[in-house]
Every structure is written in structure tokens, then in C-alpha cells.
């Protein structure tokens, strides 16, 4: 078990040092997106919600989710939720969502609504990156050559008439600053470093360490 450290490399923006880790298809829909709007509303639009259609098949079909349709279920509750964040009076009629008009608060106070950062690099990631994501997240070591996909999201984007999409890298097997400035030098935004579930004499040094390296880099890209 791991637990995320992280650090954002623009300069001038709020930090956003809440990371909201889910998987909308093993969530109930409106609860899922009143935990979401609640703590972005507590913590002053601080919330990045990243999503992933999980790796666990067990797991999902253990909790009511066809794993064949996983990304399916995902697609369709990110939606809603979109609705329901972004509307005084939403209403959903899907295939996995359906619910008639309902009212729901608080909304969130990022407009309009917290950044959604999708998680993997399969074959289809980039491609629902750009129809309902807000930032990639890609983990180092799986799948294809990361500085390649950042490049192909770039152009993908472009085709799309979106600005440049955000890239979170997560790197849970350690970190140097010969990896940051490899991903930089790509056009990542953020890394997020995983810690061990361990006592603080060990997690405290990384720590340090980390934010050591989150300083030295303060500034190495244009806002």
C-alpha cells in the first residue's frame, strides 16, 4: 500500500494538494458526486478527481460492475455527474444511469466543476481524455512510452480545438529529479510520488526529500 505525495510544477496557481482517487463504477452515482462537490466546497476548490475503470475484474463483478462494460458504466456516470454538478435541476436518462429531475447541493466551487483527470494508458485512455476528461494521469512503467502519449494527447487535443490537457505523472517506485525533468521537458504539470504505509521515521525522510525536489523545481514552467 501506497499513499500519494505530490507537487505541482506551475507557478501562481493554487496549490491543489486534494487528490480524490475513485472508481465512478463501483460508486452510486449521487453520493459519489456530493462527496466530490462537498470536500471541493470545504477545502475552497481545492479537489482534482481522478478516475480509472480499475484493473481488479474481481472485484468490480463483485460489486454489481460487468467488467467487460467497465469503461462503459465509467463514461456514463461521468456524465452525470457533470450534470448534477453543473445544474440547478438535473436529470439523467442512460443506459447505467437514471434518475429524473433532482435537486442537489452544495456545488462545487470550481467552475465548472473539479477537474476530472483520467487514469491509465490503454489503447482507448487519450481518446476518453478528450471527450470527458480535464488531465491525464498515466503511471510510470505501464503501458506505452509515456513521452510518446504525452505528445499524441498534445495533437489529439489540438485536433479537438482544446488548449493543452494537464498531465499528472505518477511514479510510485520512487522518484529522482532525472525522471521529473524527463516528463517536464515533455510537458507534464504535476508528479505524484508514492509513499510506503510505514512510520514516520520512514515516511519522513521521503517526505523531505520530496519536497526538496518540489522546491528546486518552483517555476520551471510558463503559467
Not at 82 to 95: L, M, P, S, V, Y
Not at 112 to 123: A, D, E, K, L
Not at 146 to 171: N, Q
Amino acid at each position: 500500500m501506497h499513499r500519494p505525495a505530490s507537487f505541482d510544477t506551475y507557478p501562481g496557481r493554487p496549490r491543489q494538494s486534494l487528490i480524490w482517487l475513485l472508481r465512478p463504477a463501483l460508486e452510486l452515482t449521487g453520493r459519489c458526486t456530493k462527496e466530490v462537490a462537498t470536500v471541493d466546497y470545504l477545502s475552497g476548490g481545492r479537489v482534482l478527481f481522478g478516475i480509472g475503470g480499475g484493473w481488479n475484474l474481481e472485484e468490480l463483478e463483485n460489486h454489481g460492475t460487468d467488467p467487460a462494460r467497465r469503461w462503459l458504466v465509467l463514461r456514463e456516470r461521468v456524465m452525470a455527474m457533470k450534470r448534477i454538478w453543473t445544474q440547478d435541476e438535473a436529470e439523467h436518462n442512460g443506459t447505467f444511469v437514471d434518475f429524473d429531475p433532482i435537486w442537489q447541493w452544495p456545488k462545487p466551487v470550481q467552475q465548472p466543476h473539479p477537474p476530472i483527470i483520467v487514469g491509465g494508458n490503454g489503447p482507448r485512455t487519450l481518446m476518453r481524455v478528450i471527450e470527458y476528461g480535464d488531465g491525464w494521469a498515466p503511471i510510470v512503467g505501464r503501458g506505452p512510452e509515456l513521452t510518446d502519449r504525452m505528445a499524441e494527447l498534445a495533437r489529439l487535443a489540438a485536433e479537438a480545438g482544446r488548449e493543452p490537457i494537464p498531465v499528472t505523472i505518477f511514479s510510485w517506485r520512487g522518484t529522482d529529479e532525472r525522471t521529473v525533468e524527463r516528463y517536464l521537458a515533455a510537458g507534464a504539470s504535476r508528479f505524484v510520488f508514492g509513499l510506503p504505509a510505514a512510520s514516520s521515521d520512514v515516511v519522513m525522510p521521503q517526505l523531505e526529500r520530496f519536497a526538496r525536489m518540489a522546491r528546486s523545481f518552483e517555476g520551471a514552467l510558463p503559467v
